[in-house]
């Protein structure tokens, strides 16, 4: 029973705190005519997209979807600390 409390635990938070940390989910549709749109899902609902907001780079593709963090390296909520230069 420990176990699997153990586990559950570790299946919340370790997104949770990915999410935090400024990680993302991305989803990549890619359109007949050869082009894409990207869907980035960030905890963080009003973060401006790029140029103005952070740029995310992918760095675990599967497929479609993905796992991308900041290229920066730096968590959004630095940046809004700093008055919103990401």
Known sequence: MNKIIWTIAIAIWV?????LLGGAFAYRQ???SGLYNRYVLTVYKTLPGPPKGPAY???LDV???ALAFSCSGKPPFIGWLQGGRY
């Open 57 to 59: 780079c992918n760095f």
């Open 63 to 65: 497929d479609a979807y």
């Open 15 to 19: 997104p949770c705190l990915f999410s």
């Open 30 to 32: 890619n359109l007949p």
